[in-house]
């Protein structure tokens, strides 16, 4: 009889096992049910192939997209191992040809979608056939706390109860919480398994979070960065995937594009030259990805914000099989959630499988998980820390290997202002009001608004004592005190701040709090200048086809944008700039850099890097929508301004013009 470790190598090619590969692979031969959390890329097929080659019967694989069934049958046949599936794309003829194979003993496995588990034919066969092993792939499906729940994968219990003898089960998923873990137990009936969680993090994986002026052009300075490199592009419509397809392709990247809305065959041809590197970037929606074995997916970039952080990490974990360094890379922009919300309100309205009373539910708990992940996109703090918290696996506090970490931040004291803030909210209670975060920060501020008069909120003893503050920065204060749970946010139907019982820690104990905020370097990366020259730097990149860092650092152009050299000697001072970069490359930064070259004393601050900014030929840049819908929310709250051209990082006098455009009131 051959070992595991011989099947591995005759149909696999690989000569040992990975990770906790053996050990399920062990338990499921000594007759042990297995619910297995394996991450992206480690390997879980060949926990349940190997045992069934290495027993007499026939696999019933339960999955749930056509797509996979097909590629993971594909793959099988391939090496030589005899697997089918069973599928509604089947003519009646290939299901009888299936059905006869199986009864032939001529299978080794089996696909199944949990809708045709309690067909007639399949349940005929399994009283019939000897079953070794029933498979449920991607078992995170069967709960309603899973991110893709689906109804159907409550028909596997009935299917495990029809069988004359029950085999040994084997749950198989890439992303499951506590909750979905003890919800695959119970629902499969697993007796006494072996539940093996490996770890979630990926050491060779960077994540990054980044909020972009004009999400598209820097898009294509990432696409620049990594063009030796094959990637992904996540969409959360096929409408942008088709707008982004088209937008890419008249730039001139060899771009692929891959949604349901295509036909089989279109799908297949455009994964096909992905997978052989004919076409090395892939723009999809979440129907690709699943069973995609491409070991060598140097990038994942969301374009937009995806609706949990298990699809996230499912989708972001495609990257970097080879072990290779490899970016995750999410661009954030407010909307983002608008359009997230929307799919999910309606996600569930063509659903007939489930009642009323279950599809709010359903709802409810997918909106909770969109707030995770917003706050993920948003957050300051470590990323792979937090990614690590959700899925209940310890981890240090700063990584070094994520956007947030790399960008060195800092805790700043806030105490006063966190008073300040917890102040207006008790005087707000004490006239039993409770408003959002826009009105806080009105009455904060001193907005003598329509919504500030019509309420008297001008007579709070609070009423603009942070005048000096900017908007960002009390909504930034404000969601820290409620993160750290010293204020409560309730949706009643509408967002309102309320006070809870640690909120007299900051008001009557004078407890310490500290923000955390970006130091000076990281701000730079807001100004027009940074971008452009990370902007020039892609290009480089991808004229001569070289990595990023080989043109120049990051911590480089931070530093360009803070010294702003006048020529090539002063750019010599810089320590991290080689004579040789400055050679090939100085006078092109330096033709970027001049226009920002002030008279005035330059400092390292942020506050002078924005002033740097808006002195700048940042007057030229075409004005983004997000920068539209900027200026009209601060019309409508009454905003000064010189306090919106703080806030968006232009001049007054372009600001002025652009809110005429708009036909929007302004405030001096």
Known sequence: MSTPEQVLKHYFGYSSFRGQQKNIIDTLLDGQDVLAVMPTGAGKSVCYQIPSLLVSGLTIVISPLISLMKDQVGALNNNGIPAAYLSSTLSMQERKTVFAMAYAGKLKFLYVSPERLLADGLINLCQNVKINYITVDEAHCISQWGHDFRPSYSKIHQFLQALPERPPVGAFTATATRNVRQDIIEFLGLNNPLCVVSGFDRPNLTFITEQPRDKFEHLVTLLNEHIFQSGIIYCNTRKMVDELYEKLSLRGFKVGSYHAGMADDERKAEQ????????????????????????????????????????????????????????CILLFEPKDVKICEFLIKHGYEDNNELDTKTKLVLMKRQLKKLEIITEYSTINKCLRHFILDYFGESSEDNCMNCSNCSAHFTNEDATIDAQKVVSCVFRLAERKRSVGKTTISEILQGVQSERTLRSDFTSLSTFGIMRNCSVKYIYRLIDALIKDGYLELEKNPYPIIKLCKKSGEIICDRKPFFLHLPKDNYAIKYNSLYE????????????????????????????LCIKLPENTDKMRQIPEISDQQINLYGELFLKYITPYITKQPLSKTFVNAQKISRNSSVISNPWTKQEDDMLKEFSALKIPISEISKNINRPISTVIARMKLLCLPIIR
């Open 272 to 327: 096909d030259t992905f997978l052989f590197d004919d076409t090395k970037i892939m723009i999809a929606t979440n129907a690709f990805g699943m069973g995609i074995d491409k070991p060598n997916v140097g990038f994942v970039i969301h374009y937009q914000m995806p609706q949990s952080m298990e699809s996230y990490y499912q989708e972001a974990g495609r990257a970097g099989r080879d072990g290779n360094k490899a970016d």
């Open 532 to 559: 452009s020259l990370r902007s020039v730097r892609g290009y480089i990149c991808a004229k001569e086809n070289i990595k990023p860092e080989d043109v120049i650092s990051n911590i480089a152009l931070e530093q």
